[in-house]
């Protein structure tokens, strides 16, 4: 089960990374068709928080997980390379 626990922190580290970058292209498609599509600037401006709030829900996983990895196994994940502590 511990070994389970540093692994899904890893598998949610990768995953987090790549929400990042899904966010950063979402934003940036939602910047360029507000500024083509002037009249749906407020819902691309809404959307954007949409994507940002996802996101954060991502890191909360992410530091959840890593909380969870520093109880079990007394090991502080969140300022490190996880891979260094797995």
């Known amino acids: 089960m ?3 626990d540093n692994h899904m922190f890893a598998r949610l ?3 987090d990374n790549e929400i990042d970058k899904k966010r950063d292209q979402l934003q940036a498609l939602l910047i360029k068709l507000a500024s083509s ?3 749906d600037t407020s819902a691309c401006v809404d ?14 996983a992410r ?3 890593a909380y969870v990895v520093g109880v079990v196994d007394g090991v502080d994940v969140r300022h ?3 891979n260094d502590q797995i």
């Open 2 to 4: 511990v070994r389970e």
């Open 13 to 15: 580290s990768v995953q």
């Open 37 to 39: 599509f002037p009249q």
């Open 47 to 60: 959307a954007i928080f949409v994507v940002q709030s996802v996101e954060r829900v991502a890191d909360h």
């Open 63 to 65: 530091n959840i997980a």
């Open 80 to 82: 490190s390379d996880q």
